[in-house]
C-alpha cells in the first residue's frame, strides 16, 4: 500500500500526455468559407438581377408597337435572398392593330422569378383588372369594358424549350366581372368561387406529322353565377361546376394577337378538340361527357359526345315549362330514356345518351334541347 502511495505522489505531470493547441485558422474556417460563398452569392443576385431589369425593359421598348404593346408606370426589383421579384405599377398590354382593338390593365403585378431559374415565373395580379375590346363580331364595333375584382389572381409560367409555348397555370378565387357597368345595379355581372386553367404541350401521338401541335388543356369553374337576365332560362343563373379535359389538336403556329383570328386559323387548318373528361353541373343538368368538337363553316361548334346525365325525367319537365320541347316529346323521351336506363342497368338514376351538335342546334338523343350562335 505504501510503496503504490508513493510511486502515485512522486509521478509528474511531465509523463502525461500533451494535447497539441488547435489551430485559430481551422476554427475560423467554416465561418470564412459561408462568408465568401454568401458574399458570391450576393454578387451572383445582384447579376441576375440587373439581367432580369434589362430583359424586361428591352421587351417592353420592342414590344411598345406591333401586334402587342406593353408598358407599365413604374419598375422595382427586390426579393434578396431566395427570388428576384419584379415589382410593376399598373401594368398594360394591348393590341391596337387587332380587329377587337383589346387592352388589358391592372393596378399591380409582382413577377416571380427563382435566381438560377428564370424560366419559370410566377405572377400575382393585385388590385382591379379591366379589359377593355371591341366586338369585331357585328358591325358597328361596339366596344366593351369588364372590370374584375379577386381576393387572389395567381399564374404559374414556364418556359418550354422548342415548344410555341409553355406550361401555363392559372388560379383565381372568388372572382366578380361587371361588363360595361360600374356597379353591381349595372351591367352584366358574372362571379365565381373558383376558377382553374392548366395547359401544357401535349406528347405527340405516335405517327403524327411534325407541324402538328397539341396541347392539353384542364379547366374548371366552381359556385359560378350570372345574372338573371343574362342565364338561360332552362339552366337559370346558378352554375356548381363546369369541368372539362381535353386536347386541343392541330393548332396553328403563328403569335396572333387577336383571338378572332386565331380561332380562324384554327378552325380552317382541321382544330379538333377530343374531350376526354367533361362534367357539368348547372341548373337541372348534371351531365358527364367525351367526344370531340370542332367549328363548322359558321364557327359554331360541331360534333358528337358520349354522355350520362342524371335525373333525365326532371330535365324533360324543365324543358317544357321553359317551352324548349312539348309536352308529347317529354312523354315520349320519358318512355324511350327510361327503357334505355333499364337496359343499360344504371342503378344511380343515369341514362347514357348521345349528345349531338350540328348546324347550330344541339340535340340531346333525338331531342331538341339549345340553338348555337356563331362564336365569331
Known amino acids: 500500500m505504501t510503496g503504490h502511495f508513493s510511486d502515485l505522489m512522486t509521478s509528474t505531470p511531465s509523463e502525461a500526455p500533451l494535447r497539441k493547441p488547435a489551430s485559430r485558422a481551422r476554427i475560423f474556417l467554416p465561418a470564412i468559407a459561408l462568408a465568401v460563398l454568401a458574399a458570391l452569392y450576393s454578387v451572383y443576385w445582384y447579376v441576375m438581377a440587373g439581367k432580369t431589369r434589362e430583359f424586361l425593359e428591352t421587351f417592353a421598348t420592342e414590344h411598345q408597337s406591333g401586334n402587342v404593346a406593353v408598358n407599365w408606370g413604374g419598375l422595382a426589383i427586390s426579393g434578396y435572398p431566395y427570388r428576384i421579384e419584379a415589382n410593376f405599377a ?101 362571379a365565381a368561387g373558383r376558377l382553374q386553367f392548366h395547359t401544357r404541350p401535349a406528347e405527340p401521338a405516335k405517327g403524327s406529322p411534325a407541324a402538328d401541335v397539341s396541347y392539353d388543356v384542364a379547366i374548371q369553374g366552381n359556385d359560378m353565377a350570372l345574372d338573371n337576365s343574362d342565364a338561360p332560362r332552362v339552366l337559370g343563373p346558378r352554375i356548381d361546376i363546369i369541368a372539362a379535359q381535353a386536347r386541343i389538336r392541330n393548332l396553328p403556329r403563328t403569335v396572333n394577337a387577336s383571338p378572332i383570328e386565331f380561332g380562324r386559323a384554327w378552325a380552317t387548318g382541321g382544330g379538333v378538340v377530343t374531350i376526354s373528361d367533361m362534367q357539368i353541373k348547372w341548373g337541372p343538368l348534371d351531365l358527364w361527357a367525351q367526344g370531340e368538337l370542332s367549328l363548322d363553316a359558321e364557327a359554331r361548334p360541331q360534333g358528337r359526345l358520349e354522355a350520362s346525365v342524371a335525373d333525365y325525367a326532371g330535365l324533360l319537365k324543365v324543358l317544357v315549362k321553359n317551352k324548349v320541347i312539348s309536352a308529347k316529346d317529354e312523354r315520349i323521351a320519358t318512355v324511350g330514356l327510361g327503357i334505355v336506363a333499364e337496359l343499360q342497368g344504371d342503378q344511380a338514376g343515369r341514362v347514357r345518351v348521345p349528345v349531338t351538335i350540328t348546324e347550330g342546334k344541339i340535340f340531346l338523343g333525338p ?10
Open 90 to 190: 399598373a401594368p398594360a398590354v394591348s393590341a391596337p392593330n387587332a380587329p377587337e382593338d383589346w387592352s388589358w390593365s391592372a393596378q399591380s403585378l409582382d413577377a416571380d422569378f427563382l435566381p438560377y431559374s428564370l424560366n419559370h415565373v410566377v405572377l400575382k395580379v393585385g388590385g382591379e383588372q379591366m379589359l377593355q375590346y371591341r366586338d369585331a363580331t357585328n358591325k358597328g364595333g361596339k366596344r366593351h369594358t369588364v372590370r374584375v375584382t379577386a381576393e387572389g389572381t395567381w399564374a404559374s409560367y414556364v418556359n418550354l424549350k422548342d415548344a410555341p409555348f409553355g406550361r401555363l397555370a392559372i388560379d383565381i378565387n372568388n372572382l366578380v366581372a361587371l361588363k360595361d357597368g360600374t356597379a353591381p345595379s349595372t351591367g352584366q355581372r358574372f
Open 367 to 376: 331531342v331538341l334541347v339549345a340553338k348555337l350562335e356563331p362564336l365569331f
